[in-house]
């Protein structure tokens, strides 16, 4: 910014006449002799004043010559015994220390003082996290946010001919239509227009089929002669003849049994159904660690299909990412271990995605009674470079810790729009004393924007606007507090029973302990469905169903799936596959698709399995390596790990993605943010 000599020299401030006047020939002074300037960005201007005083009972006109990248007034007036305050300037170039001087000349009096200054380079701040602002370079090496001007000019994905006001950015609402009768059109403030694909409620003749047309919408249709409506046993067969199911002679050669991705369909042959064995599902893609590597797995993948991984030698760290082909991207290292998180039976994670280009990981030292020992790094997710990190040393004056108190992160999320990410923190100060805070941070530098502050608060997710967290020590308490300011929206006393919150989406809070369905405008309970499980381990949400696992923390075998449109409708119960003993194996987390199924694994008897919402199953596959906790689905790509193994494994697999919209995992979107999908 520049600052013209003509105001400049409009600076001067002239004060009262000193009485202890000499004569017409006194002295001209000024002070201080030797003057600093506040340190500048270079390209930008720094101030420092000067008192000149004319010691004399003369009106004299005094002359300025500045040198160096200083600059002052040509010259100005100064009565006879009058001082002035006079502003100059520092504008420099190029970084570096710089000095110069100021000359004061009145008929033969001069008298000089020594300026000095010192530039920073500019540095290259991080975009502005939202319309009407803007990210600004300080002299000290740091961006701050400022707010742009009233009626300039802001772009916002749902808002046409945006206008700054009051930091907002306000016009038109963006007209979001593709003339096409199967999407519906949305606008997301965080992406834009949107265009969800309509899904064609089936008819419930087995010989129609729902289809969408551009212009008319769903429309039902007859499905071809010959179309399988039912069994086909090979010695009778169920087809559809002129749109009805009718029951006739099995063919020789008819399809008795559908292909799945590792097994060929099955055909009649002399009246009994032949299908080839079912073979190992092989990995389209495998990476493989090192001996001695702890392989964590989040299942976090961003909007193209990148793929996000710790590995951990006990001591470090590295953060691993790769394409959707298995095609190395990075590897970053880090001090520490992943943080496991919460120990509560709802599920956490210590990588999440902020947005295309941002990361969140949670690590901690390998010693767990070092007082610094948790802390959370903001990473590119571009190329995974450190962009900040926080730990106990900078939360300890603005949470007022004491010196020596450990402090625990024992969990985080991303909620609203800019987004914001949320710590669940804790300090323990002996016995029962303990504190804990809800704290946003913001995502482009880590700085804390608010905190709310509790006894013993459990778990915390989030929905597009709300963080909801749970009291749960002297007394138990159901929380929740606005994204943007941290205010509390509302609480309730539920006393009795737990309310640990699992998953939030249009307008619905999930809770468990026990599990019930309550709204998230004021925490009440709207239903209480018959829960196959009292207490699930996992809870998703999506296409108005709630999918659940029992809540046995060493193996799940069992979903259920809800329709919250009837909470009276019993759930649809999926055991699975019979392993040793007759009894079912071991789950790994299910995934709510875009065709209205879940994809889950099992194990020791190493299977993919889709379940449709009817609780019937598309297809199993045996795996070379059994999956154990989270995976990925996107592009027709299931990615998951076996731990004990130390490898991940991508499998090609007829389903494109998960849901569009919902928590289509138990920790939300494939962000792993404790959010929904938007």
Excluded at 221 to 229: I, S
């Amino acid at each position: 910014m520049r600052v013209s000599l003509a105001l400049a020299s409009m600076a001067a401030v002239f004060a009262c006449r000193d009485p202890s006047l000499v004569g017409a020939g006194g002295a001209l002074t000024v002070e201080p002799a030797h003057v600093v300037f506040p340190r500048a960005v270079v390209g930008d201007v720094s101030r420092a004043s000067v008192v000149l005083t004319n010691a004399s009972r003369a009106t004299r006109m005094v002359e300025l010559e500045v040198t160096g990248p200083f600059a002052g007034p040509p010259a100005l007036e100064l009565g006879g015994g009058e001082s002035a305050t006079l502003e100059l300037l520092f504008l420099p170039t190029s970084a570096g220390n710089a000095t110069g001087q100021v000359t004061f000349s009145a008929e033969r009096q001069v008298t000089r003082a020594g300026l000095e200054g010192a530039a920073v380079a500019p540095i290259s701040c991080p975009a502005a996290p939202a319309p009407c602002r803007a990210m600004q370079p300080t002299p000290e090496g740091t961006c701050v946010e400022v707010a742009a001007a009233d009626d300039s000019a802001c772009a916002a994905p749902c808002v046409e001919a945006g206008r700054c006001r009051q930091g907002q950015c306000v016009g038109g609402p963006r007209r979001c239509d593709d003339a096409d009768a199967c999407t519906t059109d949305a606008c997301d403030e965080a992406t834009g227009c949107v265009f969800v694909p309509v899904h064609c409620a089936a008819p419930a003749n087995p010989c129609e089929t729902a289809v969408c047309e551009a212009r008319a919408g769903c429309r039902v249709v007859e499905v071809l002669d010959g179309t399988a409506c039912g069994e086909n046993t090979c010695v009778t067969a169920k087809v559809c003849v002129a749109g009805q199911c009718r029951e006739v002679t099995a063919p020789e050669g008819s399809a008795c049994a559908p292909a799945s991705p590792c097994q060929a369909a099955g055909t009649c042959q002399q009246g009994r159904c032949s299908q080839p064995a079912a073979a190992p599902f092989v990995p389209a893609w495998s990476s493989l660690t090192a001996p001695g590597i702890t392989l964590t797995f989040p299942g976090v993948a961003d909007r193209n299909g990148n793929v996000y991984w710790l590995e951990s030698n006990g001591t470090t760290t590295e953060l691993v990412s790769v394409t959707i082909d298995g095609v190395p991207r990075f590897r970053r290292r880090s001090a520490g271990v992943p943080n496991p998180g919460s120990t509560y039976p709802v599920e956490t994670s210590p990588l999440m995605l902020v947005s295309d280009t941002q990361l969140v990981v949670l690590l901690r030292d390998p010693g767990t009674t070092k007082v610094a020992g948790h802390r959370v790094e903001g990473r590119s997710a571009v190329d995974g470079t450190l962009q900040w990190s926080r730990s106990r040393a900078d939360f300890a004056v603005p949470l007022g810790l004491a010196e020596g108190v450990p402090l625990w992160m024992m969990s985080a999320g991303v909620v609203g729009s800019p987004p914001r990410v949320f710590l669940n923190l804790r300090i323990n100060q002996g016995g029962a004393a303990w504190t804990s805070w809800v704290a946003a941070l913001e995502p482009s530098n880590g700085t804390l924007l608010w905190k709310h502050q509790s006894t013993y608060l459990s778990h915390t997710i989030a929905d597009e606007d709300t963080v909801y967290t749970y009291e749960d020590l002297w007394r138990h308490e159901l929380i929740a507090l606005a994204a943007a300011t941290g205010a509390q929206r509302w609480s309730l006393d539920v006393t009795g029973s737990a309310a640990v919150p699992a998953s939030a989406f249009g307008g619905r809070l999930f809770t468990v302990y026990p599990s019930v369905v309550r709204a998230t405008a004021t925490g009440l309970v709207s239903s209480s469905p018959a829960m196959a499980f009292w207490n699930p381990r996992h809870a998703l949400a999506a296409d108005g169903r709630l999918i659940s696992a029992d809540s046995n923390s060493f193996c799940s075998r069992f979903l259920a799936m809800y329709d919250l449109a009837t909470p009276a409708t019993p759930p649809v119960v999926w055991q699975s596959p019979p392993g040793p003993g007759a009894t079912g194996a071991c789950l790994s987390e299910p995934l709510v698709t875009s065709r209205q199924s879940v994809l889950v694994g099992s194990r020791p008897l190493s299977g993919l399995h889709e379940v449709r919402y009817d609780g019937t199953t598309r297809f199993s596959c045996p795996l070379p390596f059994a999956p154990s906790g989270p995976a990925v689905l996107t592009r027709a790509r299931w990615v998951t790990a076996s731990s004990s193994a130390g490898r991940v494994d991508a499998y090609d697999v007829p389903v494109q993605d998960v849901a569009p919209r919902g928590w289509v995992t138990a920790g939300g979107s494939l962000d792993r943010a404790n959010r929904p999908a938007r």
